[in-house]
């Protein structure tokens, strides 16, 4: 046993119990922590939110626990007496004794519902939910500190992997050149949920969710998710997106003053080939460390490439749990508003729609640098907006163009701005 889940047995023992944890949403990825919570010394699955509350009773079935209290009607009892709790509605979350809960949605309208809520409530937010924070994490991230709660996004996806090398190059005292991701699925901007229903059957994911791959949302979510939180912008609008394997992301993503990219070091970008790994393109100041990266095999320089092959989505999302419960600190959070996803039009759109969220019909994601990006609408704003002028296609949506219908989330963004 590590240290770190020897601690975590302590604790455990100190409270008396295990610590509790609710996920809210039991897809591809809550299914995949589920099982690992089932596992995990320390920690029991206590709740499970879905839409559909019989599939959030087979997560917890991965978890290795069985007689589900169904409903939300004696649920707090139900949990008090040991029982699991399988839900269809997120507003029970609050009511519950939970410690830490785990929003894996994807789902923007309901990821800043259940984190707003569970931290007034006391609850520490682990969010798979990258969608909501890119679009109102800094507001969260305010209100936990206030709070006293932690909350930060997973470890296992990207932006957290690519942090961490950030982090690693800078405690090696390099200077970091560009900090990124590999794409490993196509590229089809106009990609939309119902024509990859059946490769969505296949890989067991939401049609939505995989729409949002292949029309590009995810990766410029997530690279909008690591700027914001290592300060690094993005270098221009949707990124550069170079086709390259590793060896040559450190003559590629460098500045083009040296045969790269970039207008200048220091930038968030992907890439096509280095999949699905993050990666962070280096340099050092003194010939010395040069010279011995070269030795080391990381090439001849004066760039260099450091490579995580891969990143474990939802079955590293534990350690964040961790990490959160043990260290009271978060794994990522946004440390500033750097980069912006802004909705963009996958064909024309006429006034009057009504528009579909991230992978949908009528909208896809594209990166620019915030203080760029003010007078254009957040993606994670534009579901259920309506359309108020024709939108031509590949053009981004003006926010005077579209009637954002009053939520949670438009709310916390309204008090996010103002803050800023």
């Known amino acids: 046993m590590s240290d770190r889940l020897a601690r975590l047995t302590a604790f455990a023992d100190d409270i008396g119990r295990p610590v509790r944890i609710c996920l809210v949403g039991a897809g591809q990825m809550g299914s995949g922590l589920a099982a690992q919570l089932g596992r995990m010394p320390g920690l029991e699955l206590a709740a499970v939110v879905d839409i559909n509350a019989d599939r959030a009773a087979a997560a917890l079935g991965l978890a290795g626990r069985d007689s589900v209290h169904v409903g939300a009607a004696g649920a707090p009892a139900a949990l008090a007496a040991g029982r699991p709790v399988a839900l269809d509605d997120p507003k029970a979350v609050a009511e519950l004794d939970i410690d830490v809960v785990v929003e894996a949605t994807g789902v923007p309208l309901v990821g800043a519902a259940v984190a707003h809520n569970s931290l007034l409530a006391g609850q520490d937010v682990v969010m798979l939910n990258v969608e909501t924070d890119v679009t109102v994490g800094v507001y969260l991230d305010d209100l936990a500190r206030s709070a006293g709660q932690v ?32 794409k490993n699925n196509p590229f089809r901007p106009s990609a939309v949920a119902g024509e990859l229903q059946d490769e969505a059957d296949r890989k067991h994911m939401n049609p939505k969710m995989l729409a949002s791959f292949v029309d590009g949302s995810k990766t410029m979510i997530e690279m909008a998710a690591l700027s914001n939180a290592t300060g ?14 590793v060896d040559g992301l450190a003559s590629t993503l460098i500045p083009a003053a040296d045969g790269g990219v970039l ?6 970008d992907y890439a096509f080939g280095p999949a699905p790994g993050v990666f962070v393109v280096v340099t050092h100041q003194d010939e010395t460390v040069r010279q011995e990266m070269s030795y080391l095999g990381m090439g001849a320089g004066p760039y260099f490439t450091l490579y995580r092959p891969f990143h474990l989505a ?4 534990p350690r964040t749990i961790i990490t959160t419960v043990l260290d009271r600190r978060p794994v990522l959070r946004p440390a500033g508003w750097h980069a912006e996803v802004v909705a963009t039009a996958k064909h024309d759109i006429p006034a009057g729609t009504t528009l579909q969220g991230i992978g949908g019909d009528h909208v896809r994601g594209v990166t620019y640098r915030a203080d760029q990006a003010t007078e254009f609408l957040p993606l994670g704003l534009a579901e259920n907006g309506v359309v108020q002028t024709d939108i031509g296609a590949g053009d981004p949506l003006p926010r005077s163009a579209v009637d954002v219908p009053a939520s949670v989330i438009s709310t916390l963004r309204s008090l996010q701005e103002m803050r800023a």
């Open 232 to 245: 690094l912008p993005v270098d221009t609008v949707g990124m550069h997106g170079v086709t390259s394997e």
């Open 314 to 317: 939802s079955l590293e999302a």
């Open 263 to 268: 207008s200048e070091a220091g930038r968030v």
């Open 151 to 182: 909350y930060t996004i997973a470890d296992g996806d990207e932006p957290v992997c690519g942090k961490e090398l950030v982090d690693l190059a800078h405690e090696m005292a390099f200077d970091v050149v560009c900090a990124g991701k590999g």
